[in-house]
T-cell receptor, first 111, second 113 residues
């Protein structure tokens, strides 16, 4: 029951360029979406969220876009920095309980 | 330090055994969530407690159980362990609704041999 899917297990970009991480979901009842970042040997940390009443949310270098009709969201990081290298998890929930996570995308930003 | 404390950090045990993982939520948080991350898998939601009561249940096996105590710490009990139970187990907490995201602990790595 994989309701949240991140189809790209890895992504490599050059420092200063844009990183685009994608996520698809199947449950049309999801109304709250988040991105988490995870470094090795640490738990995931909350990065940015968006509710279904919006289609864009921006926080500094990070922007999340939501396309409800396509059941798709993406995270844009501009400009990418080497410190952004981590595993990024997409998550979705109905309300804010029972949050479901994708399998993660490993981002590598090369200097 | 995220404020969510998980113990132990590492655990190695044999098949058929029973273990208890402990989680202390961030100060003030009422909700506790348990997640399992197997190799190359995403975070699988197991169970959520809110202020001592079970609020939501995910893909938690019958061999697994959890509870949240009056002081809000939580324990995840895993019994009749199998090799496939080897994974990272994360605990997370949130104030109530989790609208600002969950705060995760650094996890307990369980190895069943």
């Amino acid at each position: 029951d994989q309701q949240v899917k991140q189809n790209s297990p890895s992504l490599s970009v050059q420092e200063g360029r844009i990183s685009i991480l994608n996520c698809d979901y199947t449950n049309s009842m999801f109304d709250y979406f988040l991105w988490y970042k995870k470094y090795p040997a640490e738990g995931p940390t909350f990065l940015i969220s968006i509710s279904s009443i919006k289609d864009k949310n921006e926080d500094g270098r990070f922007t999340v876009f939501l396309n409800k009709s396509a059941k798709h969201l993406s995270l844009h990081i501009v400009p990418s920095q080497p410190g952004d290298s981590a595993v990024y998890f997409c998550a979705a929930s109905v309300g804010t309980n029972d949050m479901r996570f994708g399998a993660g995308t490993r981002l590598t930003v090369k200097p | 330090d995220s404020g969510v404390t998980q113990t132990p950090k590492h655990l190695i045990t044999a098949t058929g055994q029973r273990v208890t993982l402990r989680c202390s939520p961030r100060s003030g948080d009422l909700s506790v969530y348990w997640y399992q991350q197997s190799l190359d898998q995403g975070l699988q939601f197991l169970i959520q407690y809110y202020n001592g009561e079970e609020r939501a249940k995910g893909n938690i096996l019958e061999r697994f159980s959890a509870q949240q105590f009056p002081d809000l710490h939580s324990e995840l009990n895993l019994s009749s362990l199998e090799l496939g139970d080897s994974a990272l187990y994360f605990c997370a907490s949130s104030l109530d609704t989790g609208i600002y995201g969950y705060t995760f602990g650094s996890g307990t790595r369980l190895t069943v041999v």
